[in-house]
């Protein structure tokens, strides 16, 4: 019982991660480009940080949506094949 928690448990994060991980690498990605711009030119405007970030990030969910819910899903009709399945 206790291996398949603890199964059940790293898949759940192996999930989170693979669902969360383009999102945050892109608004990562921009944010340290936006900040290096910033830098150059000494433009300390903090709102021109959000207006990139919220645009590519609204985009890779966009381009990533299927890949996200096919493994929300994937993993969903596992779980529910475990539970069927019974001790």
């Not at 192996?14 to 999102?23: H, K, M, Q, S, T």
């Amino acid at each position: 019982m206790n291996d398949a928690v603890l199964d059940l448990s790293r898949q759940a994060l192996f999930v989170c991660l693979a669902v969360g991980a383009p999102v945050l690498l892109v608004a990562l990605a921009v944010g340290l480009v936006v900040s290096f711009i910033q830098a150059i030119t000494q433009i300390q405007e903090p709102t021109l940080t959000f207006v990139p970030k919220i645009v590519s990030i609204f985009a890779t969910m966009a381009l990533a949506m299927p890949f996200m819910l096919a493994t929300l899903v994937g993993f969903t009709q596992a779980l529910f094949a475990q539970i069927g399945a019974g001790p």
